[in-house]
């Protein structure tokens, strides 16, 4: 039972370059989130999935596609990064579709992007 | 606007100095109150869930507590083992997770 995993660990892109963040969950959770975290701040929401089949904007998504592949995998894209997009990214899951009892997220090892 | 503020920035303990963490919110009606504790370059590990105020929820040296405005992380008998930075996060009814900052705790042996 590996929980919630993320690929790559370390990335290094160009400005302009494009990529694709892999999360996926065996918890059989129904909700899955983005979130990015920067130094002196806490983590915000990029988008979420309340459950397979749909997506929805968190509190930062602009430059930022996701797609919820399966039950199990969500994915973020980045189509033309920029240096405001260097940040640590993390994937996490939930049992419940978010304001449900039980909404505790657990969360991956994170993805370190750094966008030249 | 929902909002979560932690208190203080940084903390450094000697080995068995308890200590407490504070966590204040401001939030239209609370649905639950999230501590995590997160290492150096890891995700955040969860800890406790409370939901209303007056509860209270231990693990190890950890005790976590909750008031209609804020929560505490009490760190009693604290060893260097317990050095990361403690995550808060409360989450609206219907709405999701608000996060705050986080304190990043020291624990010298």
């Known amino acids: 039972n590996a929980g919630v995993t993320q690929t790559p660990k370390f990335q290094v892109l160009k400005t302009g370059q494009s990529m694709t963040l892999q999360c996926a969950q065996d918890?059989?959770?129904?909700?899955m989130y983005w979130y990015r975290q920067d130094p002196g701040m806490g983590l915000r929401l990029i988008y979420y999935s309340a459950s397979e089949g749909t997506t929805d904007k968190g509190e930062v998504p602009n430059g930022y596609n996701v797609s919820r592949l399966n039950k199990r995998e969500f994915s973020l894209r980045l189509e033309s990064a920029a240096p405001s997009q260097t940040s640590v990214y993390f994937c996490?899951?939930?049992?419940?579709?978010?304001?449900?009892?039980?909404?505790?997220?657990?969360f991956g090892p994170g993805t370190r992007l750094t966008v030249l | 606007e929902d909002q979560v503020t932690q208190s203080p920035e940084a903390l450094r303990l000697q080995e068995g100095e308890s200590s407490s963490l504070n966590c204040s919110y401001t939030v239209s009606g609370l649905r639950g109150l999230f501590w995590y504790r997160q290492d150096p370059g890891k995700g955040p590990e969860f800890l406790f869930t409370l939901y209303s105020a007056g509860e209270e929820k231990e693990k190890e040296r950890l005790k976590a507590t909750l008031t209609k405005k804020e929560s505490f992380l009490h760190i009693t008998a604290p060893k260097p083992e317990d050095s990361a930075t403690y995550l808060c996060?409360?989450?609206?009814?219907?709405?999701?997770?608000?996060f705050g900052p986080g304190t990043r705790l020291s624990v010298l042996p």
């Open positions: 996490a899951s939930s049992e419940w579709a978010s304001g449900s009892l039980g909404d505790t997220q657990y």
């Open positions: 996060a409360v989450q609206p009814y219907g709405q999701n997770f608000v």
């Open positions: 918890m059989n959770h129904n909700s």
